[in-house]
């Protein structure tokens, strides 16, 4: 929206121009999220208290989250809200991969919603079946899947990249590239989901590998940084750096009120879309792969509940004391706090290590 404002002013003054450059919308763009989420905080805490609106606890779950019982829920509204205004006034709306990335936006976040208004309608864990879940994330992610292929016109734009090594692509044409797209997305939304459960556990990794994956953006989309570093050039793709930042924005703001103890739970609302959010971001720069790296713990979680429920089926018996990961630690007597930073730190280094490929190729 600004935009459309600055070309106006660069004709009075050369100086407006300055804000059209990647690295100073970026900026911007995480502050105004940032600021919006910290001012609306304590407003939408309020009005969800006053509505009702809280967490619903597992009884099967860890003793210590039954005083989390009451908290208000759906959060991640508050991060979707203060997501897309950034990228609306700082984004560039000719851009197509910010439009495929607000849809995905508000389809999961549409999934997540309803997930969530069930759970508090009924006063259940319980929301969407599984089946019913699974159905709204597989159309939503063919959907945009077959909208990427179609808006797409790069050297590597079916091809999948694979990191730490120089110009090996693994070609997957259309049909191909459209089935990868679609269990990235499902799978990263539902992995974040399920790592979605102690407080502050899922939105730092968030974070952390926004920030690793808007670097990757500026770079493919920057011809000379491309160039040099032996990156495949991608026109477009540096509008990705400033919709990362907007999203570190929010979910620091977000982070503000969820750290522990947390005053908000992001909900599915929040973690179905994070998840889809940054799997479509690593699917326009194509690093699908280094995204499976850098989300870790992401993958232990959702691997953990796969494993549990298999051997169960299987033997009547457990690997974990409880799935996903985060609650077999928690029943192992680690504190919450512990096990939350834990993540964090793991997840910072597979962050490094996957930065690490930018010159390791």
Known sequence: ?????????????????????????????????????????????????????????????PKTHLSKAGTPTMGGVMILFSFISSIVIWGDWHNAYLWVVVVTALIFGAIGFIDDFLKIKHQSSDGLSS????????????????????????????????????????PLGIVGFTVLSYFVIVGSSNAVNLTDGLDGLAIMPVILISGALAIFAYISGN??????????????TGEIFVICAALIGAGLGFL???TYPAEIFMGDVGSLSLGAILAVIAIIIRQEVLLFIMGGVFVA??????????????????VFLMAPLHHHFEKKGLSEPKIIVRFWMVTLILVMISLASIKIR
């Open 256 to 258: 503000w009120f969820n």
């Open 223 to 236: 011809y000379n940084f491309a160039n040099y570093l032996n990156m495949p050039f991608m026109p477009g």
């Open 131 to 170: 089946k019913q879940k699974y159905l709204a994330q597989s159309l939503g992610a063919i959907v945009i899947g077959i909208w990427l292929v179609n808006n797409t016109h790069q050297p590597v734009s079916t091809d999948l990249l694979i990191p730490f090594f120089k110009d090996w692509t693994v």
């Open 1 to 61: 929206m600004f935009l459309e404002l600055i070309n106006f002013l660069t004709q009075f003054n050369p100086g407006f121009d300055v804000l059209h450059y990647l690295t100073v919308r970026a900026v911007l763009a995480m502050l105004a999220a940032l600021f919006i989420s910290l001012t609306l905080g304590h407003f939408f805490i309020a009005r969800l208290q006053q509505y009702q609106i809280k967490q619903v606890i597992r009884p099967d779950g």
């Open 301 to 318: 979680e959702t691997l953990s509940v796969i494993i549990q429920v298999g051997w169960y089926k299987r033997t009547k018996t457990r």
